[in-house]
């Protein structure tokens, strides 16, 4: 029952009507829309929600609006008119409460560096407090105007100390010793390690060809995923598997295939109304800063969340657009249909730079918005809204997200979107969705295919019906699992894996773990052990990002360069990934594509600024691309914006997205009558760290979240575990209740295995596992993904944590 | 995280908080502070979820600290860390009160973080307990049939159990004055002082001419309950205390303690650390009364 409650707000007076179980959190969020008091770890240990009740600081989440009622709240929107930190801010730990020591301060020699965060790709510039040789603190850089502010969970604060020094940290190098899988080790030397590598890869590569043996490369952290690549084309290998079907090429090759270049949101001068589609950018950066969204806020920027997740910032959206998980491009061409036949476009761009305009309005007329509703589940009403605020207001720019890749529909969604920047004349406009100029370094390209090297070829890769992946240097994970299982086209002999877990982040997780213990060698560098470095032959001990000089130039749309110095020493053995791969490579005769010592290749890369490394790392730290917001600069074959494209048709694509290609979804049946996707908690990076205790008791759990009338329906309660079944397989996961949530849609948290579970069941990896309930095959014919968004489930009791 | 869905409910005296807690049972939770139930809510890990949650902060009676010379300290159930770790009473007679309660958390949960809350969510970590066994405190806890006492090392029967029934509330808490020459430490290993400790120490010690006339030592998150180590007690109490009986004493400590293995550290590594911080506790403790403290 809701209550009434009176209070004073930053000198204001307020009265709201607020549910026994809000927060004073939520209340400055869903009404205030205040974007600077956000809700971080949500259970009181990351201090992000903080402000002062009645002259004391308190942690918002932890209390009850109702309690409130008649008190006076402070918040740094009241202390601060800058997006700037308030000395209060600073103060919220003036005892270095947070300091991951329990040393007195100042008994120790200590050190401050700057770096740049190495957990996700948002790379915010921190300082390092460093104590006795550890790492102790991460706080935000505010001296270099760097972007600095910390997701709001602080997640480097609360977990990098404990990485680098957890208990379980591999320290050695590791040979497999019992059955594959059976958690059976013994340490080696490394000159064993590296003999063994070289010894079997040459042996496979004379026997059979480089093809033979995969490499498996996870998300760039700093130039390890370059070394990798780089090795598999010295060595001659064209199966290199990356998270490319599901992050990236999927939005850059439409982009690239409609307008000629891949584009990003400009930051520099901000757009009027931001479309955050698919991601929660708040919690993890990859694209539009929080600094940005802060500054824009300010300038009375607008913003519209599309995502069947109340996100923190459906929160304080003009706009949340709950869209049906695999709508995507079905809700694109909604918005596109509004905009041409209410003739909202930029006339001048359509008229002049477009190609296909007109194919583009016939089509236009085969579907209805009733259509649109019915696919996206998004009332029309709010369609038509969208699409006229998007269209009206300029400059606009739309910030996309991964969600919207993981289909089998991917590339047709993205080409929509594309298309409807274009023809709204938001491209490469102050404010808009803009190109960039790389920062003087050598292209990430260049170094994965040095001179002389043997490049790609499509005729011997796996995958090669994937046209566009091939193009992006990558081999989707299904063609693995193909190859492993079936024998299709040929069997696959050895694998390195580097950077990446594919028992957790491969799709078809059964398959896969069945394809990987088909592997007749495998080596896996790692940090910690894993599922999958639980069926290698071979397992290395890596060094983290601090603890060798590295470069950061990921991700690669934003074109920039950083340097990571290192801080610490690496625990025991551990050896930096590209140290690791350079080693190899010598040994095995590549040497001339190689250096002497990896860190010769960061000069390399760093060549076209003309400083070396420690140049860099002292004048510059970060070299960062350039806008030359050249209008109607289309770098496509035509030189305009390509609706109509006559390159894809060519290679075999569909030439112009259309309603078919776009609504071509899995329909729910009488058995599977719920929709699944999926989310990453803010609390982990992917599938990582799921046994670092500091944010392990932030989400201790897997969790499914579903409306409560639908689960009421199905005789669930809130907190019991579920199971969650697809035709693919079944999984157990908490269920919590999310009234926002739409009665059809489940949502299921990715990337979960259990440490604690121990080697016998290689962590627990079938347990929760998102992967379990996804497909290999009905993949996108483009790049290569399969379902991951809106798949047919079903829900039920589960007896506990084991199904 | 949202929370679940609960009925919020706020007695205004004792008795109506006491029929409240009586009919509904385990359906109903107390609220004091909250950042432990407000937590587990949000986990969902009290199962069934609680559908009544009950505000005692309008309960007057609750939230007070006094001290008198005679009779000591007497903290209501209400008071929160930071005002119990700030008052200058609890720093000079019961420093090592003191020092756990301002070890507990950030700032800002010490705000509203209070005793009865820390020692009622009876976690084997509770920050509070060893601090408050080793100075011999005890509870009040009310019911309607009246109230009992109850020493605060009998008070915890398991992880998240104590002995309190359904309808009691935890009222007061009373600590005795220390002993002339006597004094308390309580120190805690975490990886971060705001965490939970890994192993949390309290030392009591009485001193008469270089001979220890009592002495307790209490352990936190070294086994299911905040526990006593009366071997290690034992062989300090009646003997002059120089640094082989404070190893010998540390080490029996150690093998007292039954921790357990969890994310946060391996049962190895705390009964380790329950060497050094014991060992640690009564140094200091020596220390403290030769220079005179409390």
Known sequence: MKQTIRLTINGGPYEFAVEPNQTLMEILRSEMKYGGTKEGCSVGKCGTCAVIMNGKTVTSCLLLAVEADGKNILTTEGLSGEAEFHPFHEAFTPEGVMRATSDTPGMKSRGEYFTFCHLCCGHCSIKVGVEDGKVVDIAPDMESGFPNELCPLKKSRLSVPDILTHPDRLQYPLKRVGERGEGKWQRISWDEALDTITSRFTEIKEQHGPDYVAMCLGEPKGMEFAFGQRFASAFGTNNVFTPGWSCGPPNASPSINTCGWNMVV?????????????????????????????????????????????????????????????????????????????????????????????????????????????????????????ARLYATTKPAAIQWGNAVDQNPNQYQNNRATAILRGITGNLNTKGGDVFLTNAPFTRPGR????????????????????????????????????????????????????????????????????????????????????????????????????????????????????????????????????????????????????????????????????????????????????????????????????????????????????????TALPEMTEEFPLLLSNFKEEAYVLSGYKHVASLRSIRPQPTVELNPETAEKLGLREGDWVNIETKNGKISQQLYFTPELHPKVALASFGWWFPEDGPETQYGWKRANLNVLTEHENTSKECGSPWCRGIPCRISKAEGPNG | MQLPKFEYLTPGTIDEAFSILLEYGDNARVLAGGTDLLVKMKHRSLIPLPEYVVNIKKIPGLNFISYDEEEGLRIGALATMQEIKSLLAVRQYFPSLAQAAGLLSTPQIRNMATIGGNLCNASPAAETAPALITSAATVKIVGQSGERTVAVEDLFTGPGETVIQKGELLAEIQVPNPLPNSTGVYLKHGKRLSDIAIVGVGVSITMDDGVCTDAKIALASAGPTPMRVRRAEELIKGQKVGQELIEEVAKIASEESKPMDDLRAYAEYRKEKVVVLVGEAIKQGLQQIRLGGS
């Open chain 1, 447 to 662: 170094f994965y295919f040095p001179a002389g090297a043997k490049s790609r070829s499509t005729a011997n890769s796996l995958g090669q019906e994937y046209k566009i992946a091939m193009n992006s240097a990558y081999v989707p994970a299904p063609a693995m699992i193909r190859s492993l299982l079936e024998g299709e086209p040929y069997k696959l002999k050895a694998a390195w894996v580097i950077l990446s877990d594919p028992i957790l982040s491969y799709p078809d997780a059964d398959a896969t773990f069945e394809a990987f213990k088909q592997l007749e060698f495998l080596v896996v560098n790692e940090l910690f052990m894993t599922p999958t470095a639980a069926l290698a032959d071979i397992v290395l001990p890596v060094a983290w990002g601090m603890e060798h000089n590295e470069l950061g130039y990921w991700p690669g749309w934003q074109k920039q360069i950083r340097a990571h110095p290192k801080i610490v020493d690496a625990p025991g053995e551990c050896w930096p990934d590209t140290k690791i791969v350079n080693e190899v490579a010598k040994k095995m005769g590549l040497g001339e594509y190689f250096w002497e010592d990896d860190e010769e290749a960061l000069d390399y890369m760093l060549e076209p600024s003309g400083m070396d490394f420690d140049e860099f790392k002292q004048k510059k730290r970060q070299l960062v691309p350039t806008h030359g917001y050249r209008k109607h600069h289309y770098g496509t074959p035509s030189g305009k914006i390509e609706i109509y494209s006559e390159k894809l048709e060519k290679m075999g694509y569909a030439p112009m997205p259309t309603w078919e290609l776009v």
């Open chain 1, 266 to 386: 400009d930051e520099t001068h901000r757009p009027n109304l931001l479309v955050v589609w698919g991601l929660n950018i708040n919690h993890m950066s990859w694209g539009v800063r929080r600094e940005t969204l802060v500054e824009g806020f300010k300038e009375g920027m607008k913003l519209i969340v599309v995502d069947p997740r109340r996100i923190d910032l459906a929160d304080i959206a003009d706009m949340w657009i709950k869209i049906r998980p695999g709508g995507d491009g079905a809700l694109a061409m909604g918005l596109l249909k509004v905009v041409i036949e209410e003739k909202l476009y930029d006339e001048d761009t359509v008229k002049n730079w477009t190609v296909g305009f007109d194919q583009l309005a016939e089509h236009m007329k085969t579907f209805s918005l009733e259509d649109v509703e019915r696919v996206t589940l998004v009332p029309r009403q709010q369609i038509i809204a969208f």
